[in-house]
């Protein structure tokens, strides 16, 4: 049975050798044999030097190829890994499409590439598209197994607060690009170019408004006269005032909505009582109510069309009336409106007055009992008397 030993050879003391391989064992199986564990290390030792056969090709092997194998797998490791850190993925499939530009607006390699949003590529490599710079082309690298159809379009998305990217709109066609065919291609302003578009026609206001105020300005500057300023010092004077007075009258204001000294309480404590006044009288106040409701049935009951016809003639019958007493035609209208009758009535009325005092002071002139006949030989009354003169007459009489 063989000896078991998990110590590398070089780490093992020099013994002697235990089994010996025949002649035609192959030398390499045994090695091999070795690296797996299939022998012990002592089976490999020789007497003479105390290395195993492993350890001496091992150090056959020069510094100079070890430091070569190693650069090279060093170099190797770098460019894998500046290839993955640029999104080259060289253990990746990739499928490449171009697309030309008139300028980059900050694309670099290694950008994104979107469709719809999702990632589908980078951005591999940037060139001018010809010697004279007229325009730039641009290498996509699709990590995506997507079909672009051959109508779509790419854009260059600026993003103020990231890295530019390229998206493609994709078309409607029917016909797919291959590899290697070049994408349709627009130019569109970036963030601020659109932002400064937009902003135009609000300069342009903007301007307009500023040419205003110049106008207005140099217009007040103008009226800005001494008698001028000292009206606005009268304006803003008055203008203190009246927020002096507003101030009062918010005070006021204030003092009436008091929730217990105000008007407004004071008004509402009234009603209050009010309403309990009127809520004491429910029931008279529903006798009213009932009596005003049997007045108002009784007076419906009332034949009023007739008593408004009644009325109407009435009024007729006035009319009528006071249009004779306007008129010439009858005696009480002459004598409302003709001046010459009523002269001559106020005359025969002073008339038989002056008969009536004259025959009261006189009776003798009208009436003669005398036996001798004996005649009044006074003057007859001109003109009506006193009262206080009749009196005097008649006692003389």
């Known amino acids: 049975m063989p000896l078991k030993n998990t110590k590398p050879c070089w780490k093992q003391p020099p013994v002697a050798m235990l089994h010996r391989p025949p002649p035609a064992t192959n030398r390499s199986l045994i090695v091999k044999k070795r ?8 089976f490999f ?6 290395l195993c056969l492993f350890c001496r090709m091992a150090f056959k092997v020069s510094n100079e190829t070890k430091v070569g194998a190693l650069t090279a797998i060093t ?101 797919y690009l291959v590899p290697g065919d070049t994408l349709l291609s627009e130019s569109t302003p970036g963030f601020f170019g659109s932002i400064f578009d937009k902003l135009g ?35 803003v004077a008055n203008l203190s005032q009246a927020t002096a007075q507003l101030n009062t009258t918010i005070a006021s204001v204030n003092a009436m909505l008091d929730a217990q000294n105000g008007s407004i309480a004071k008004t509402a404590n009234n009603l ?17 109510v009932g009596n005003l409701e049997t007045t108002s049935q009784k007076l419906s009951q009332l034949n009023l ?17 006071l249009a004779k007493l306007n008129s010439q035609d009858n005696s009480v209208g002459s004598l409302l409106n003709d001046k010459k009758l009523y002269n001559n009535l106020n005359s025969t009325v002073n008339s038989l007055n002056l008969l ?42």
């Open 356 to 397: 009536m005092q004259d025959l009261r002071l006189h009776p003798k002139r009208y009436v003669n009992v005398s036996v001798f006949g004996k005649k009044d030989k006074t003057e007859p009354l001109m003109k009506p008397m006193q009262e206080d003169s009749v009196t005097q007459e008649q006692r003389r009489n």
């Open 45 to 50: 030792v020789q007497p003479q030097c105390g």
């Open 75 to 175: 170099i190797t490791l770098f460019i894998l890994g500046f290839n993955f850190l640029k999104g080259r993925n060289p253990l990746k499939k990739a499928t490449y499409f171009y697309a030309k530009f008139e300028s980059t607006d900050g694309l670099q390699a290694s950008n994104p590439v979107v469709i719809k949003g999702l990632n589908v590529g980078n951005v591999y490599e940037i060139v001018p598209a010809d010697r004279d710079l007229n325009a730039v082309l641009i290498t996509i690298r699709l990590t995506e197994d997507i079909q672009v159809p051959a109508n779509s379009v790419a854009h260059i998305k600026s993003n103020p607060l990231g890295t530019p990217s390229i998206e493609i709109v994709k078309g409607d066609a029917k016909t």
């Open 305 to 321: 069309q007739q008593t408004l016809d009644q009325l109407a003639g009435t009024m007729e019958s006035l009319k009528a009336t």
């Open 272 to 288: 209050e009582q009010v309403s309990g006044t009127l809520a004491a009288n429910k029931e008279k106040i529903n006798s009213i």
């Open 201 to 235: 026609p609000t300069q342009a206001a903007l301007d307009k408004l500023l040419t205003s105020l110049d106008s207005v300005a140099s217009k007040i500057n103008k009226t800005m006269t001494p008698g001028t300023q000292a009206n606005i010092q009268d304006v």
């Open 35 to 42: 690296m797996h564990g299939k022998y012990p290390a002592s």
